[in-house]
């Protein structure tokens, strides 16, 4: 919990965002771009199906660049561009090193408006790339590329014209099957940052 306070506080203080939306629009008087810098906190809340052992994956900071498409002044897609590195293991057995992960992820989004403030929420879809896999105290891993579910909330708070504050918060639902070198079978672990 301390994480995602850290995160909610770094995400106020140091997130500014360029943007596209004037402050007043009306419904045939809008911009269709937005496009956002922002430092991400990705929690994992990892569950696997391994008898007798957790997998554990660490928290990452990373910067994160989305693009904005509004369709009109209330429904947009926003295209979520970030990678990030994660340490794993299983708790008090094996260090299992760290992997890269890239999660494209295209939400559906619907925003509300009140004065500076424009809430939003939003749903869509990701697919993770593993990379850059570090196997540790084992010789290979092999994790899945894997499609998953996301969702969304969070509210643009308007400083002036083009620049504003944003917070948000996502949840992915995404698994992926890790495979140790020459093992038979595969390992479901859920991820879901």
């Not at 989305?66 to 429904?75: A, E, M, P, Q």
Request: aromatic fraction near 14%.
């Amino acid at each position: 919990m301390k994480k995602i306070i850290f995160s909610a506080v770094l995400a106020c203080l140091f997130v500014f965002n360029t943007q596209a939306q004037d402050e007043e629009t009306s419904n045939d008087d809008y911009n269709k771009w937005q496009v956002r810098f922002r430092v991400l906190s990705v929690v994992p809340s990892p569950s696997d199906d391994i008898d007798g052992a957790d997998v554990d994956i660490s928290t990452a900071f990373t910067p994160e660049f989305d693009f904005t498409y509004f369709f009109n002044k209330n429904i947009a897609a926003e295209l979520i561009l970030a990678t990030t590195k994660h340490e794993v293991e299983i708790e008090d057995v094996a260090d299992l090193g760290h992997v890269w992960l890239l999660p494209p992820t295209l939400n559906l989004q619907y925003h509300f408006y009140a004065n500076d403030f424009k809430p939003y929420v939003g749903a869509g879809i990701n697919y993770t790339i593993f990379y850059g896999v570090d196997s540790g105290d084992l010789e290979d891993l092999d994790y899945e590329n894997t499609v998953g579910f996301s969702l969304q909330a969070g509210v643009d708070y308007n400083l002036n014209e083009k620049w504003f504050l944003n917070l948000d918060i996502k949840k992915l639902f995404l698994q992926t099957d890790v495979t140790p070198k020459g093992a038979t079978e595969s390992s479901e672990v859920g991820i879901d940052p």
